[in-house]
């Protein structure tokens, strides 16, 4: 479980502390997709660049089981949590297999040979057979996407946080994104996403939690509340922030 | 024509030994300047700053650059020992002050071309576990290299053409071998054209290895 405790954070903007994000106090559950769905600048971002600790400068804790993150060691810390960026940035002088097989090289200290066996296997599993040997440049958004998630679990990381992850996505390669977190989730992988995509957020509802302003103002979780169809979705969700966020007036 | 080979003829071996002087102060100046320029330029880079280390490399490079190089040539030779207590001949003079020169420049190229890799490059590797040094290694290093190589060249090609300063500490480089042709032989303008064309000959083979290595470094073709 990845427990926040009172998050908040502030950054400076012409001399004033300006406040990111206020108070946040959440549960993440293994093997569960948590959405974070907000609109711009409501925060999304930062808390997930927290959660990775890509920014240290908060206050409140961040906690994997009992081990405060902010004092864990970079190797344990890449085998409990994988983050993909908006832009996926892969490294653009690699090809996927190195870009792949090189963070297993450098943390497990096995050979090469067995660290591009096990990248090969990974990235054939999310249908990248054909690209092993190609440059990033080479391959579609989509794509270049399966190989940063493949790249992010080669550590198999327990949760995987993704941000915006379906921005440059068509809704074919959506949909395959979302078979493959789907199929992932099933192996045991958590997933903690930002997005403010709506059609995305819709198919892959879960637990959500929704933000404004650096607050989480609302909490679902559907499958606790026992949802399981469209319409007992939209009954749940009427008169709530995130029913008229992913619905719009016209559901109430 | 037939005059002009027969100069030729006669000046060879002179020719040959100050080509072979240039050459090799060219060389191991050029290796100086690369080291200790990718050092200073990496020290003093936005993800990798040093507080008050960096501050100082910064003004090394600041001096380096705001020095002519003959100037610097002069306090290497003639100041230097004074300080350090024994004399350099003018060969490791010559050395010593074309690659501290010629590193203030290599320093700003590194320095500019590692701040131009996306930031989220760094926090990518950040993100697999890499520490700061292995990012470095690994990631930024091989892509800043792509980057800058175009610029090094200049460098190296201007690293080149500085090496006729050193004939004023008594190195008997190419263009001295040439100015002391033309007041033996008394013919300035197939002389010193021949030394024009030496030069260029070997600029342009640093062009051609230059545009070589990019081609190899290209990611994919049109990258």
Redesign the interface.
């Known amino acids: 479980m990845l427990k926040v405790t009172n998050l908040t954070q502030c950054k400076d903007k012409q001399g004033k502390a300006f406040p990111i994000l206020s108070d946040i106090s959440i549960e993440f559950l293994p093997g569960r997709i948590s959405l974070l769905l907000g609109k711009s600048g409501s925060g999304k971002t930062s808390l997930l660049r927290c959660l990775?600790?890509?920014e240290k400068n908060y206050e409140g804790s961040i906690h994997y089981k009992e081990e405060d993150l902010k004092e864990m060691p970079?190797?344990k810390?890449?085998?409990r949590i994988?983050?993909v960026?908006q832009?996926y940035?892969?490294?653009?002088?690699m090809s996927c297999i190195e870009n792949c097989s090189?963070?297993i090289t450098?943390?497990l200290g096995i050979s090469k040979k067995q660290a591009r066996e096990q990248a090969s296997e990974l990235l054939i599993s999310l249908g990248m057979e054909k690209y092993l040997l190609s440059?990033?440049?080479?391959l579609s958004g989509g794509q270049q996407q399966r190989v940063a998630i493949a790249?992010?679990l080669v550590?198999s990381p327990s949760f995987l946080l993704l941000d915006e992850p379906t921005s440059a996505l068509d809704p074919e390669n959506t949909d395959l994104f979302i078979g493959i977190i789907k199929k992932l989730q099933q192996q045991g992988t958590g997933f903690i996403i930002s997005s403010q995509d709506m059609s995305f957020a819709k198919k892959i509802l879960d637990r959500v939690f929704f933000l404004e302003n650096g607050q989480v103002m609302e909490h679902h979780s559907m499958i606790e509340n026992g949802v399981d169809s469209l319409v007992q979705e939209k009954k749940q969700l009427a008169g709530t922030r995130l029913g008229e966020f992913l619905y719009g007036h016209a559901m109430l | 024509m037939d005059n002009y080979f027969y100069l030729l003829a006669r000046s060879l071996p002179l020719v040959i030994k100050g080509l072979s002087t240039t050459l090799q102060v060219f060389f191991f100046a050029s290796c100086l300047s690369m080291i200790l320029g990718t050092c200073m330029g990496v020290c003093s880079s936005n993800r990798l700053k040093i507080p008050v280390f960096s501050q100082m490399v910064e003004l090394i490079t600041f001096v380096l650059r705001g020095i002519p190089f003959y100037v610097q040539l002069l306090i290497v030779y003639f100041v230097l020992p004074d300080l350090i207590g024994f004399n350099l001949d003018p060969f490791a003079a010559s050395v010593i002050a074309l690659g501290l020169c010629s590193s203030g420049y290599v320093a700003q190229l590194v320095r500019g071309s590692i701040n131009a890799i996306?930031l989220?490059?760094w926090?990518?590797a950040?993100?697999?576990?890499?520490?700061r040094a292995?990012s470095l290694y690994?990631?930024i290093l091989?892509?800043m290299f792509?980057i800058v190589l175009p610029s090094f060249n200049n460098e190296l090609d201007s690293l080149l053409k500085s090496t006729s300063v050193i004939s004023t500490i008594g190195m008997l480089e190419l263009t001295r071998v040439g100015m002391n042709l033309v007041s033996r032989e008394m013919e300035p303008v197939p002389i010193y054209l021949t030394i024009a064309v030496i030069y260029l000959l070997f600029s342009g083979l640093l062009n051609i290895t230059s545009k070589k290595l990019e081609k190899r470094l290209l990611?994919?073709k049109g990258?």
């Open positions: 990775a600790q890509l970079a190797i810390r890449c085998q994988g983050f960026s832009s940035a892969l490294f653009p002088h090189q963070p450098i943390h440059k990033p440049q080479q790249r992010a550590l | 996306p989220c490059q926090e990518a950040f993100s697999l576990g890499y520490s292995r690994h990631i091989p892509q792509r990611y994919v990258y």
